[in-house]
């Protein structure tokens, strides 16, 4: 009952007007209207405000700018306040390859004579000879060639050339080398860069050797087709294989051969799998059996390293009792006592230990810990066996030492030198770990540097750099001789900067001026809301 009550009444209240015959709608809608023009003022007053609060932010900004354009310390050139933005001068040297200078505050005299008797220098020092070995290699021991793991890449000054070693069986550094008219590596590598790349046998090693020190010279494995037999039978280094393609038999060639080292209590022993004819495989299962076999024969017990197939797809497992295993392709670089990548020159990436057992006076002494010290000016830096030449050259560059220590692969030296001119030397001291010696370089090879020497109008002085200031003239000194400074006072320049302060002060002014005297209509007010729908 009170909900039909409550629906009359509302109903009665919509058709009032019509009932009694009054707009009652219009009429609430034009008392509401009385209401909101003191709202619509207030907005009003709120936009006009902002408005103004706009304008004064721009004449603010306009006035910081001028500010920072014609009065920062921070720019002392156009600094209206400063005495640089009226001391300009135009220079000329009558001898420019000798001294140029520049003029500005302080300047006494617009012309003076410089002789120029000796130049600023740093104290610097460099390696009196190459510093790296020859390329050589590990001893070679026996080894034998069937057709596959026969080719490697030289590289001599970006020149790359493959050298195939002949099937054989090789007992020793003297019997691969060859007598150099054989067909063997002595020939080959003669042939192959025209005697600027030798070969010989240095006590049961190869070595290998350039015309110039300044010669470089690599040493890559080649994986020809063939010889990566663990690629042919879709397996990693660790024994994870993937899918192989049986569409047509599998033939493994005569000769082609892995090696599978297996580590067990802490001892890893290596065997090479080789195929001693052609072999045919139909699918994975039967290349999974005879690896199997060859493994367990090579080993001389089974469970060592156990292969399985599955979806074509071969792996790889330790057998119990076997901590790891690992697989690798044999390859003639390591046959010949290389590893693949060595050089005759230092790399930035070789370790302060790899950079000891190079050097060709013989290796640096490291501490029980792994590591030397070096004193340079007095000031310690500490080097480990594991940081890489690049990181230790950043440690010496990088120390409060002062100086800049770098490594030159085209020269094959170490250099040295201070990070400012002037008289005194650098001071080293490798506290024993034999480093200094072992490149070369020795404080009897550090050159003192030495302070500028001149006379300005007669009168004998000194600095420390080749760029000084005297009497407000800022000399540039390039070369011993003698010229002449003249100054003259650039007006134009002067006139222009004083032109440009007074044309953006004028532009300021105006818009602050335009801004006061700007009238306002009172009349337009900012549209409401009403107003901008209409």
């Known amino acids: ?29 034009q008392l509401m209207k009385v209401e909101r023009m003191k709202v619509d003022r207030v907005k009003q007053d709120r936009d006009l405000l902002g408005w103004r609060r706009d304008n004064y932010r721009e004449i603010t900004n306009a006035l910081r700018s001028f500010q920072d354009e014609f009065f920062s310390y921070l720019k002392p050139a156009n600094n209206m306040r400063s005495l640089s933005s ?11 390859s000798v001294a140029t200078a520049a003029g500005g505050v302080g300047v006494t005299s617009t012309s003076h004579t410089i002789e120029v008797t000796g130049l600023a220098k740093a104290s610097a020092g460099s390696s009196t000879a190459a510093v790296t070995k020859a390329l050589a290699g590990d001893a070679v021991s026996s080894f034998n060639i069937d057709g596959y793991n026969k080719t490697l890449t030289i590289n001599y000054n970006g020149v790359s050339k493959e050298i195939a070693i002949p099937d054989g069986s090789y007992t020793d550094a003297a019997s691969v080398l060859g007598n150099g008219t054989d067909g063997k590596l002595k020939q080959l590598v003669q042939e192959a860069f025209n005697g600027s790349v030798t070969v010989s046998d240095v006590g049961g090693k190869l070595q290998f050797a350039t015309v110039n020190a300044s010669d470089s010279l ?17 397996v990693s280094s660790t024994g994870v294989g993937t899918k192989l393609n049986f569409d047509s038999p599998m033939v493994i060639k005569q000769g082609m051969k892995f090696e599978v080292t297996a580590v067990e209590g802490g001892v890893a022993t290596t065997k090479v799998i080789q195929w001693a004819a052609d072999s045919t495989y139909n699918d994975a299962s039967q290349l999974a059996a005879d690896l199997q076999s060859k493994i367990d024969a090579a080993f001389g017990t089974s469970g060592k390293v156990n292969v399985t197939a599955a979806d074509n797809t071969l792996t790889f497992a330790a057998g119990a009792g076997v901590e790891s295993f690992s697989l690798a392709n044999s390859d003639i670089v390591r046959d010949l006592g290389f590893m693949s990548g060595d050089s005759n020159k230092l790399s930035s990436d070789d370790t302060m230990e790899e950079v000891s057992s190079r050097l060709i006076n013989g290796g640096i002494a490291f501490d029980a810990s792994g590591k030397f010290t070096l004193t340079i000016n007095n000031t310690n830096i500490e080097v480990n066996k594991t940081d890489t030449l690049s990181s230790f050259l950043s440690k010496v560059n990088n120390s409060a030492a002062g100086v800049t220590l770098s490594y030159s692969s085209y020269t094959d030296t170490f250099s040295i030198a201070a990070k400012e001119t002037g008289a005194g030397t650098i001071s080293i001291n490798d506290n024993g770990s034999g480093f200094f010696s072992k490149i070369n370089l020795t404080s009897a ?90």
Do not use: C, W
């Open 86 to 96: 009226y001391s300009i001068y135009s220079t000329t040297s009558t001898n420019p």
């Open 445 to 534: 090879d550090i050159m003192a540097g030495a302070d500028a020497s001149f006379k300005i109008d007669g009168i004998a002085g000194t600095r420390r750099t080749n760029s000084f200031t005297a009497d407000g003239v800022t000399y540039n000194l390039a070369s011993i001789g003698t010229t002449t400074i003249n100054l003259t006072q650039n007006t134009d320049e002067i006139y222009n900067k004083i032109k440009s302060f007074v044309d953006k002060y004028n532009e300021v002014i105006g818009k602050i001026k335009g801004e006061l005297t700007e009238k306002h209509d009172r009349n337009y007010l900012p549209l409401t809301e009403d107003e901008k729908a209409s």
């Open 1 to 29: 009952m009170a909900s039909s009550i409550s629906n009359m009444y509302s109903s009665r209240l919509r058709i009032t007007g019509m009932a009694s015959g009054l707009d009652t709608e219009t009429m609430v809608q």
């Open 218 to 234: 690599n040493i890559y494995s080649t994986s020809a087709t063939g010889d990566n037999l663990l690629s042919t039978l879709g």
